[in-house]
């Protein structure tokens, strides 16, 4: 069975720093990997997927991850941090099966000006 | 422009009363799918519909029950049996079953508290 790790249930960053948030999980067969972000009382916008292409994906609002097989991984960072970041970010693997997701617990990141 | 709407997008349930959720989307997708999300639990799913007339129970689908009988909605009953009712719960959708690269698409949710 897939499962997600997502170290870290809040982050806060300064404005204009570096955004890093960690995901880490077991899959039994190749991975499809995908970042979401979701703001208050919203439902989950897509920021980017990894679905064994290149390695290093760029997403919406100048975000990226990296996939690293060896170590399981693939984090999402931002250069630099904005207000607008403010939000909950979900990691997600999908199932062999069905297109069914396993989602982590999420991260909330909050930006300080 | 497409996407999937839920209502209502709050919702109050008293004891031992059934409610249910809406969820219709317009993108013509095959697959739809039920989550509830609990604070820093991330989302878990409840049941999910990869074509019209059939369903399949996810990981937390005790106290709940779902319809597939159009292609656009899936509608979500939360009964008397699911103790613990209160949280957010998102339907999402995806064009088609079996192909794991496809993102799914969500809706802005309902909330859900006991009065």
């Known amino acids: 069975a897939q499962s997600v790790t997502q170290l870290g249930s809040h982050v806060s960053v300064s404005e204009g720093a570096l955004v890093l948030l960690r995901c880490n999980y077991s899959?039994?067969?190749?991975?499809?990997l995908f970042w979401y972000v979701q703001y208050p009382n919203q439902g989950l916008q897509l920021l980017l997927k990894?679905?064994?292409?290149?390695?290093l994906v760029k997403g919406i609002n100048g975000f990226e991850a990296e996939f690293k097989k060896s170590e399981t991984s693939f984090h999402l960072t931002k250069p630099s941090a904005h207000m607008s970041d403010a939000a909950e970010y979900f990691c997600?693997?999908?199932?062999?099966?069905?297109?069914?997701?396993?989602f982590g617990g999420g991260t909330r990141v909050l930006v300080k000006p | 422009d497409g996407g999937i709407t839920q209502s209502p997008k709050y919702l109050f349930r008293k004891e031992g009363q059934n409610v249910t959720l809406s969820c219709e989307q317009n993108?013509?997708?095959?697959?739809m799918y039920w989550y509830r999300q609990d604070p820093g639990q991330g989302l878990r799913l409840i049941y999910y519909?990869?074509?019209?007339?059939?369903?399949q129970k996810g990981d937390i689908a005790e106290g709940y029950s779902v319809s597939r009988e159009k292609k656009e909605s899936f509608p979500l009953t939360v009964t008397s049996a699911q103790k613990n009712p209160t949280a957010f719960y998102l339907c999402?959708?995806?064009?088609?079953?079996?192909?794991?690269?496809?993102?799914?698409?969500f809706g802005d949710g309902t909330r859900l508290s006991i009065l």
């Open positions: 999402a959708s995806t064009p088609s079953q079996g192909m794991r690269n496809q993102p799914q698409h």
């Open positions: 997600a693997v999908s199932e062999a099966a069905g297109n069914k997701l396993t």
């Open positions: 519909s990869q074509i019209v007339n059939d369903f």
């Open positions: 993108l013509n997708h095959d697959a």
């Open positions: 990894y679905t064994s292409a290149a390695t």
């Open positions: 899959s039994s067969v190749p991975p499809y």
